[in-house]
């Protein structure tokens, strides 16, 4: 149900979990990637060229190449890197090092307390979390076949509405899969129908009608760049770069789908916590930078932001 509190100016955050920024070389997939979008948007693909940290006054854009390594050792991980974002904190050197998949255990206190919904929040904005959620997921992690993610938690510590089939049915949340098929094939009894990516854009970015904080996430990048893509969104070739072109042109239709529904007043921010696509050489994370984009008229805040960890304060400056 729609509420009557209606914003002027909100904060869309796509989190994109692998993406990291690199020059154009054969060996990155992101430069021959189809993103119409993203190439209307930058001039280019989404590779290291086109990362010039510059704002445009007439774009109202800024494009530029931020750390995830946090300066810890290894390669950097999915529940540091998600919480560092989430939480502006520094989580991997909080931990003593990168941990993947989900936030250590000492860190989901922090995590719930200090989230940017919980900021937002504590402002007296509305926050929401875009993605739905099936039954399947809660089951899962009421059986303990997997662990909360740093997300959950945040959004769970600032006591957020999760949404669901229902939500996906009237257009009211986004699926991490972007199209829906991935969340079929997990909750075949949701009868969930296929979305458009640029519906899926358009969706999420309406969503900031009625809340200044709205967090999507996508993992479908990372699991692209690990070669692990379940099979129905792999396409029918198997390989890694295959599996992120498709993925990044249906990343691409949904971020043109936000750009053409966005208000004037709205900006949208798209990161990551690592790379990992922009690199062929090997099927693991990189340490190279991931790119922060911002579009809209709160871009300039995100000018100072070094590293992923800076991201949370940036998005409570440009609110
Ligand atoms: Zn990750």
Redesign the pocket.
């Given at each position: 149900m729609r509420s009557k509190h209606h914003v002027i100016m909100s904060v869309v955050f796509v989190f994109l979990?692998?993406v990291g920024l690199a020059p154009a070389t054969h060996d990155n997939p992101l430069a021959a990637a189809a993103t119409p979008a993203l190439h209307a948007l930058l001039g280019g693909p989404l590779t290291l060229e086109q990362a010039t940290q510059r704002i445009s006054s007439t774009q109202r854009m800024l494009f530029k190449p931020i750390d995830a390594t946090l300066g810890v050792p290894g390669l950097?991980?999915?529940?540091t890197?998600?919480t560092a974002l989430l939480a502006g904190v520094n989580a991997a050197a909080l931990h003593g090092r990168h941990q993947?998949?989900f936030p250590p255990v000492a860190l989901r206190p922090l995590l719930a307390e200090q989230s940017i919904f919980r900021q937002v929040l504590a402002r007296g904005g509305r926050a929401t979390f875009a993605n739905a959620f099936g039954p399947g997921y809660w089951q899962a992690l009421a059986a303990r076949r997997i662990r909360k993610s740093a997300s959950v938690i945040a959004a769970e510590g600032a006591g957020l509405r999760f949404r669901d089939g229902n939500d996906l049915r009237d257009g009211q949340a986004v699926s991490w899969d972007v199209t829906n098929a991935a969340m079929q094939l997990r909750e075949p009894d949701m009868n969930i129908p296929l979305v458009h990516p640029a519906e899926a854009g358009a969706n999420l970015a309406a969503l900031a009608t009625d809340h200044e904080f709205v967090f999507y996430e996508s993992?479908l990048p990372?699991l692209a760049g690990h070669g692990r893509l379940t099979p129905e969104a792999r396409n029918d070739t198997p390989g890694i770069e295959s599996q992120v072109q498709v993925v990044m042109a249906l990343l691409d239709g949904l971020i043109g789908g936000v750009l053409g529904v966005l208000r004037p007043g709205d900006t949208v921010l798209i990161t990551?916590?690592?790379g990992?696509v922009e690199s062929l050489a090997e099927p693991v994370?990189t340490r190279n930078p991931v790119p922060l984009l911002a579009v809209g008229p709160g871009a300039a805040a995100f000018a100072q932001v070094e590293a992923i960890s800076g991201i949370a304060q940036a998005i409570m400056n440009a609110l």
């Open positions: 979990d692998g950097p991980q999915s529940g890197g998600h993947p998949h993992f990372d990551s916590d690592h990992n994370h």
